[in-house]
């Protein structure tokens, strides 16, 4: 009953549910029961934040929003093998090329969830990548580069020369590094002249999960994570307000009208969703419970790091303790805030963000809205300090 009464307590609150813990998201009868219930009370809520706009036709959502989220589902079918019904879960496989040092990988693959400093945090990696590589390229002569910009399989990298786990080219990727081929760059003879000659590999993508169970070596995954509504809220001002990216995420109404009107709700519901927890388990089940605790079960796996945007100077440090990031001088990377500032808003897009940001009754069923992503920030929060240990 505790878990029931919590959500209940939690929706009246608006605290979110984020005391939420894997062991308490088994979806029962009971709490499905009552959270249809709880649905009717926040239904007529939504009513009133979003007004007529939202009770029009959604058929002009076919566009940059409806594309990514099909990108999602496509992401999900292949790491499930075409089962949507589940999320997915690190395995434990064995790896041809053993792990021979402690607290060293071969691979450290980023997975980058938008808006948490992710453009950042590809500075370190750069700097990282070229520092621990210099001497194992020219000792172990594994060339110029480990991975030529210019052979046909890698031209395509838009994160070069960190490996691309962008949704451009995550597929790519994938099946490079599960065939092995071509055999000079992802072979297990070259991973492994890579890995004991000291060199290392740094990929850089939101569709990187699960590359680790294909890469026939040591590999682990590391991440930023942010307070989700900070997050969602940063997203709002960049690709609705700002329509950054040329406009990649508005629809043809938006961009023949020249601008997202939409407010906070609205933009959560245009979006299907805030659901960036496919970053850390994809799939494409209806039970959101289920990813919820896939999430949390991944951030806990012994082969996975995350850092926190709002400690982020903490985590850099944390980060220093691994024997591959050593080197790293925080120093010299570009300024934090400056690096990652969403757009300047005109003072029309200025006065809309502050009036919603100001309008408690939307705020608070904004954080209704992302009570699953606030549950796993939660448990993140909590296991920050004990997964540095």
């Known amino acids: 009953a505790e878990p029931l009464l919590r959500a209940s307590r939690d929706v009246e609150s608006a605290s979110d549910d984020a005391e939420t813990t894997a062991a308490k998201l088994a979806v029962d009868r009971t709490r ?231 407010n906070l709700v609205e933009w959560h519901d245009y979006l299907g969703g805030d659901n960036w927890l496919y970053v850390l388990a994809p799939g494409g089940g209806e039970n959101k419970d289920a990813q919820v605790a896939a999430a949390i079960a991944n951030l806990d796996d012994p082969c996975f790091k995350f850092l926190l945007t709002e400690k982020l100077d903490d985590g850099l440090e944390k980060l220093t303790t691994l024997p591959d990031f050593a080197r790293l001088n925080a120093t010299l990377l570009p300024n934090f805030a400056q690096h990652n500032e969403a757009p300047e808003l005109d003072a029309h897009q200025q006065r809309l963000y502050d009036r919603h940001v100001a309008n408690e009754d939307m705020m608070a069923h904004l954080r209704r809205n992302l009570r699953k992503s606030l549950a796993v920030y939660a448990h993140a929060e909590r296991t920050y300090e004990r997964k540095w240990q």
């Not at 990108?71 to 999320?87: I, Q, T």
């Not at 792990?99 to 990282?128: C, D, E, I």
Request: aromatic share 10%.
């Open 32 to 262: 499905g029961a009552a959270s249809a219930r709880l649905v009717v009370g926040a239904c007529a809520v939504a009513a009133c934040l979003v007004g007529a706009s939202a009770r029009a036709d959604w058929a002009h959502r076919r566009g940059g929003a409806l594309a990514e989220r099909e990108e999602v589902e496509a992401f999900g079918r292949e790491l499930n093998v075409g089962d949507l019904s589940k999320y997915y879960e690190i395995p434990r496989k064995a790896k041809s090329v053993k792990q021979t040092h402690a607290n060293r990988v071969l691979f450290y693959n980023f997975l980058h969830v938008p808006k948490t400093g992710g453009t950042f945090f590809h500075s370190v990696l750069r700097q990282v990548e070229r520092r621990v590589n210099r001497k194992p390229k020219q000792e172990a002569f594994l060339g110029e580069e480990l991975f030529p910009h210019d052979h046909e399989s890698i031209a395509q990298w838009i994160t070069w020369p960190l490996v691309d786990t962008t949704r451009e080219n995550y597929a790519a990727t994938r099946r490079h590094f599960a065939t092995g081929e071509p055999a000079e760059y992802f072979g297990v003879d070259r991973l492994r002249k890579m890995y004991e000659s000291g060199a290392r590999i740094f990929s850089k993508g939101s569709y990187g999960m699960g590359l680790c169970e294909v890469v026939d070596a040591p590999c682990a995954y590391i991440t930023i994570l942010r307070d989700p509504v900070e997050r969602f809220l940063s997203h709002y001002k960049y690709s609705c307000l700002a329509g950054a990216e040329n406009r990649r995420l508005w629809n043809k109404a938006m961009k023949d009208k020249g601008e997202c009107a939409m």
